[in-house]
C-alpha cells in the first residue's frame, strides 16, 4: 500500500481518534499525514439506528439474494452520500432497483443493442457523418461525463450515480425522439445508422462510468463489445472520443430481471 494515503476514509464516530490522535502518532514517528480524512454517515434501517435488538437489522444475505451484489452496492452509493446518513428500507431498494438498474440502464442496453441486432445483423453501423451528428445525445454524454468527473473528483459518489443514470435516461428519450423503427420502415438508413452508432457508443460510455457502482454488470455490459480493448485499459479520460463503430456486438440479455408478479 502507497502511503501517505490520497483519502483515509473512516466512520463519522471515531473522528476523534483519527483526526487527533492517529495524526499525533504519525506525526510522532515521522510519517506523513493522509492528505483528506472523510468522514461518512450511517446507514440507518426505516430511519432509527441499526440495531439487532429492535429488529431494525439489514441482513446484507438477505439483500443480495433478493436484487443482487450491485443493486446492493449501488443503492447504498447512492442513497447514503459520503456527508450524510441514509435511510435503508426494502422499499427504497426496490424503488431504485426498478427506477435506475432496470427501467432506465437495462432498458436501454437491452433495447439499443437489439435493435442493432435487427436492423444492422449485430454490426454497429459506421455512420457517414460520425459523431458530430450525434447532437442533442453527444451533446448530453459530454456533459453528463464532465459532470460525473467533477462528482468523483469532490467524492461526490452519489451525484456520480445519478450522473450514470441521467445518460441513461437521456438515451432511452433519444430512442423515442428519433424512433428508430420508422426510420428502418421509411428506409432512412443514413439517419438509422446514425441513431444506432449513437446509442451504441452511449452504451459503452455507460460501461466505463458505472464500474465503480455496479462493477460486475459494467464488464457484462462491456463484454457485449467482444472487439473492444480490455475494460481495465480504458480509462475515464477516454470517454469523450470512445468509437465502436464498424464493432459486432453480442445479444443483450436482461442486465436486471424483475420478479414474476404472484398468480391472481
Known amino acids: 500500500m502507497a502511503w501517505p494515503a490520497d483519502l483515509h476514509v473512516i466512520g463519522k464516530g471515531i473522528t476523534r481518534l483519527h483526526c487527533a490522535l492517529w495524526p499525533a502518532m504519525l506525526l510522532s514517528a515521522n510519517l506523513a499525514l493522509p492528505r483528506?480524512?472523510?468522514a461518512h454517515g450511517y446507514v440507518q434501517w426505516g430511519g432509527a439506528k441499526v440495531s439487532k435488538s429492535t429488529g431494525g437489522a439489514l441482513s446484507v444475505d438477505e439483500a443480495i439474494d433478493r436484487r443482487g451484489v450491485d443493486a446492493l452496492r449501488y443503492f447504498l452509493l447512492r442513497e447514503v452520500g459520503f456527508a450524510n446518513d441514509g435511510d435503508f428500507t426494502w422499499e427504497r431498494l426496490d424503488a431504485r432497483y426498478n427506477a435506475d438498474l432496470a427501467d432506465t440502464l437495462g432498458n436501454l442496453v437491452k433495447r439499443s443493442l437489439d435493435m442493432i441486432h435487427r436492423y444492422r445483423g449485430g454490426t454497429v453501423p459506421r455512420d457517414a457523418a460520425g459523431r458530430?451528428?450525434?447532437?442533442?445525445?453527444?451533446e448530453a454524454a459530454c456533459e453528463r461525463a464532465a459532470a460525473?468527473?467533477?462528482a468523483m473528483d469532490g467524492y461526490r459518489l452519489e451525484e456520480g450515480?445519478?450522473?450514470c443514470v441521467e445518460l441513461a435516461a437521456r438515451a432511452n428519450r433519444y430512442i423515442q425522439e428519433t424512433a428508430p423503427w420508422e426510420l428502418a420502415k421509411a428506409?432512412?438508413?443514413a439517419e438509422l445508422d446514425r441513431v444506432l452508432a449513437a446509442l451504441a457508443r452511449t452504451?459503452?460510455?455507460?460501461?466505463l462510468l458505472t464500474r465503480p457502482f455496479i462493477p460486475a454488470t459494467a464488464r457484462a455490459i462491456w463484454a457485449l463489445f467482444p472487439e473492444a480493448p480490455a475494460?481495465?485499459?480504458v480509462l475515464l479520460e477516454d470517454v469523450p472520443g470512445l468509437d465502436v463503430r464498424g464493432q459486432r456486438i453480442a445479444k443483450p440479455p436482461i442486465?436486471?430481471?424483475k420478479p414474476k408478479a404472484p398468480a391472481a
Not at 458530430?132 to 453527444?138: F, H, Q, R, Y
Open 36 to 38: 483528506l480524512v472523510w
Open 231 to 233: 475494460l481495465d485499459t
Open 255 to 257: 442486465l436486471f430481471p
Open 132 to 138: 458530430a451528428a450525434d447532437g442533442p445525445l453527444e
Open 203 to 207: 452504451v459503452a460510455r455507460l460501461a
Open 161 to 163: 450515480a445519478a450522473q
Open 148 to 150: 460525473y468527473q467533477r
Open 187 to 189: 428506409g432512412k438508413d
